[in-house]
């Protein structure tokens, strides 16, 4: 069984936040860097069962996109993303400076 879990845009994560409109509780959607495996997994077996890649996304709550990239990759896993340091631009200076040259 698939468990869908709701995301939300507030600071809390791993709770059910949302708001209250006129007394009715309202689930909103969270900005989420990257899938967690649970969820690649889900996108994954939904998909095996024969659901569209735009049925997945409105029952997981997800970008078409990104549901879309997940089934091309076909794995579970999440990618490896190699980004240079911020720092190693400036290494060399720095180093210099606490050098005191």
Known sequence: ???LVSRSHSGASG???GRTIAG????TTKVVDMLDKQTRGAILVLRRNGHSLRCISRLLFLSRDSV???VRLGSDDPPIIHRPS???AHRERIVQML???
């Open 15 to 17: 709770t059910d936040a």
């Open 1 to 3: 069984m698939i468990k």
């Open 99 to 101: 050098r005191g040259v």
């Open 24 to 27: 009715e509780r309202v689930l």
């Open 68 to 70: 879309r990239k997940v």
């Open 86 to 88: 911020k720092l190693d």
